[in-house]
């Protein structure tokens, strides 16, 4: 039997129980908004509604960008939160997060128009790519994810900032 890596000094479980409470805090809420974006659930608007949303923000092919955002919202949502491959899952959160912050710049920095919601989202996104899930995610389990963290973590978090910016060269 395969038995999870220590990422942290024996019995310092804190450190894994913070990173399994991020993971579940910025996993789930993101889940969420992507069932909000693909089956309206939680008061959202659903694919229409969103891509009418997506279209009125600049984005063309706003349909296509709206599945894109809830598909990945809902399943880098879910992969974060269960800590499987949590450096794409946190690349994936940060991409479609630095476009929200992209939409929302003009808006200042504090809510209900600023980017500070999106930004707290976008930070602990990049912060769990470089952590990894810790002992109690999947990828507890899997041996390049715990011995590479750094190299996956810097790579998860370019990887969201090149998509991101891809998407926002499209979108002008």
């Known amino acids: 039997m395969t038995t999870p890596a220590t990422t942290t000094a024996p019995g310092d479980i804190g450190i894994d129980l913070g990173l399994l409470v ?14 909000q974006k693909l089956f309206g659930w939680f008061d959202g608007g659903g694919i229409d509604g ?24 809902t399943f880098g949502g879910l992969a974060l ?15 479609t997060m630095l476009n929200a912050i992209a939409v929302k710049w003009g808006g200042g920095f504090f809510l209900p128009e600023g980017i500070e919601y999106e930004l707290v989202l976008t ?7 470089l952590t990894g899930s810790g002992r109690l995610g999947i990828d507890g389990f899997a041996g390049p994810l715990r011995t590479h963290r750094l190299t996956y973590g810097v790579g998860a978090v370019l990887l969201g900032v090149v998509t991101a910016g891809i998407v926002l060269l499209i979108r002008n």
């Open 123 to 129: 930070l602990a996104a990049a912060g769990l790519a």
């Open 81 to 95: 939160a269960l800590g499987l491959l949590t450096p794409l899952a946190a690349a994936a959160i940060l991409g």
């Open 22 to 35: 991020l993971r579940l805090g910025v996993g789930l809420t993101m889940a969420a908004h992507g069932a």
């Open 50 to 73: 969103t891509s009418r949303f997506f279209g009125s923000a600049g984005y063309p092919a706003s349909r296509f960008f709206a599945i894109v955002a809830g598909v990945t919202e």
